[in-house]
């Protein structure tokens, strides 16, 4: 029997067929085992982990007050309630660790050897250092100066030039509460991203912009500081934070490097807007939200200050006037409270730490994560808070307490006073002289944007608003 042959033509023609398939069929079945692979290993883990749990029942379980989940490619032990933020945040310096969580984020934003880059020792002096910042007399003279910049801005900004207006509330309050740098505002954006918790390092176009945010804010601070060096011009009667800073010594007895006074002012400066441009607007969107309490705020400044301004105005704001607005205060607290821009805080662990009260021990591999935004919405009694001093002055712990805007512990924010200060002036300049609503009859609040490291209100967020009772000045 004769074997047929295909022509040369056909045969070429079946031969390119398969060839196209083979070559198109690579691509798809890499894919698929790359699929197969990546569901396989999520499965295995789940399995182990379940598997792991029952054979040693010292590790935390997979859901309750007390749990592990992986985060970030690292075992990561949650524990809720108030219990968990005193366990976390209280936990001694040999047990439990900030600096290696936190390090790799803040150091290419702050700079070297400030905050969580140095031993903890070092950061509590540079705090004892800035302590002159936070006196009586700083806050007295930090109202007119607050009240000024919101002033001005409302004067200058153009989208006040008209009676009534919208107001992009994250583009265009940042201008009202912060300082007209686009270095600040860069490198806050561009640097407290999720992924640079593990790639601080990795050449992306944000961390691009991070860098060269940080070295121009480097060179403003230093190039200060030599020419007050150079003219001597750093007399004590007249000190400001970085004459002070420039005064301050080390342990030894040597005069603080330019470098690391630099970035203890690029930290200070960006911690002590940080608070204002990131919570102000949730402020002004509450208001917006029940307008009532607007006219209650205003009528509040009718009834305790006096009408010693231009035209029978109000007087300008005091800090004594501050303490004599109970309803301001209490506004400002409850939004810090339902809108926390810290969701959670996390510590490495140093040494196995056994949880009082169950059978588990955290292990060295784990962080451990603290969530005070999830204990401020929590029902729970107002206990009484511990006074301590770690250095730098007499403070609350608040490591037991549910609420904790500014942290807890060693670690808390010692800048809590001007925070509240801040705020404080800030709404009361706006309430003076503008009114808010909500557009196309919307209601409530935008949703909480919870994707960045500092949670915020989903964007765009517009609102209504128009000329008060005083128009500016």
Same mark, same amino acid.
């Given at each position: 029997m004769q074997t047929k042959v295909l022509p040369y033509s056909r045969a070429a023609s079946y031969t390119a067929y398969w060839a196209f398939l083979l070559a198109v069929s690579r691509p798809l079945i890499g894919a698929y085992a790359a699929l197969l692979a990546f569901v396989a290993t999520i499965v295995l883990n789940v399995v182990y982990q379940f598997l792991f749990r029952m054979l040693n029942q010292t590790r935390p379980p997979l859901y309750g007050d007390i749990f592990t989940f992986i985060l970030l490619g690292r075992p990561t032990t949650v524990y809720l309630g108030a219990q968990g933020n005193e366990f976390i945040l209280n936990g001694k310096l040999k047990?439990?660790?900030?600096e290696e969580v936190y390090s790799p984020l803040t150091a290419p934003v702050f700079g070297s050897d400030v905050a969580y880059d140095c031993p903890n020792s070092k950061l509590i002096k540079q705090k004892e250092f800035i302590k002159i910042g936070l006196s009586q007399a700083a806050l007295e003279a930090h109202v007119p100066l607050i009240e000024k910049k919101v002033r001005t801005s409302l004067l200058c900004h153009p989208i006040f030039m008209e009676h009534r207006g919208q107001w992009i509330s994250h583009q265009q309050w940042r201008r009202l509460t912060s300082l007209p740098q686009e270095a600040l505002s860069g490198e806050k954006k561009c640097g407290f991203t999720p992924i640079n918790s593990m790639l601080p390092w990795a050449p992306l176009p944000h961390?691009?912009?991070?860098?060269?945010?940080?070295?121009?804010?480097r060179a403003i601070y230093v190039d200060i500081i030599n020419k007050r060096r150079n003219a001597g011009d750093n007399v004590p009667e007249k000190l400001d934070m970085i004459g002070n800073l420039m005064q301050c010594t080390n342990k030894n007895g040597e005069p603080l490097p330019d470098r690391e006074i630099a970035h203890i002012m690029i930290? #200070? @400066?960006m911690a002590g807007q940080h608070s204002s441009s990131s919570l102000s607007p949730w402020i002004m969107l509450r208001l917006v939200s029940q307008p009532a309490v607007v006219e209650e705020l205003y009528q509040?400044?009718?009834?305790?200050?006096?009408?010693?301004?231009?035209?029978?105005?109000?007087?300008?704001?005091?800090?004594e006037d501050i303490d004599n607005l109970p309803l301001r205060q209490n506004v400002i607290r409850e939004i810090l409270r339902v809108n926390s821009l810290i969701h959670s805080l996390l510590r490495k662990v140093k040494n196995p730490l056994p949880v009082p009260g169950t059978p588990y021990v955290i292990p060295t591999s784990h962080v #451990? @994560?603290?969530a005070p935004g999830v204990t401020a919405l929590t029902p729970d009694e107002n206990k009484k808070e511990d006074i301590v001093d770690y250095g730098y002055g007499a403070m609350s712990k608040g490591t037991s307490s549910p609420y904790l805007p500014f942290g807890a512990g060693r670690h808390r924010c010692i800048g809590e006073k001007f925070a509240y200060l801040n705020l404080a002036v800030i709404v009361a300049t706006m309430v003076r002289h503008l009114r808010f609503h909500n557009l196309d009859e919307k209601k409530g609040v935008p949703d909480t944007d919870y994707s960045s490291l500092f949670s915020g209100r989903l964007k765009p967020a517009r609102i209504g608003w128009e000329c008060g009772a005083v128009k500016f000045f």
């Open positions: 047990d439990v660790n900030a961390n691009k912009k991070r860098d060269a945010a940080h070295a121009q804010m930290t #200070l @400066l509040e400044q009718v009834a305790n200050i006096e009408r010693t301004g231009p035209n029978g105005t109000l007087a300008p704001l005091r800090l #451990l @994560l603290a």
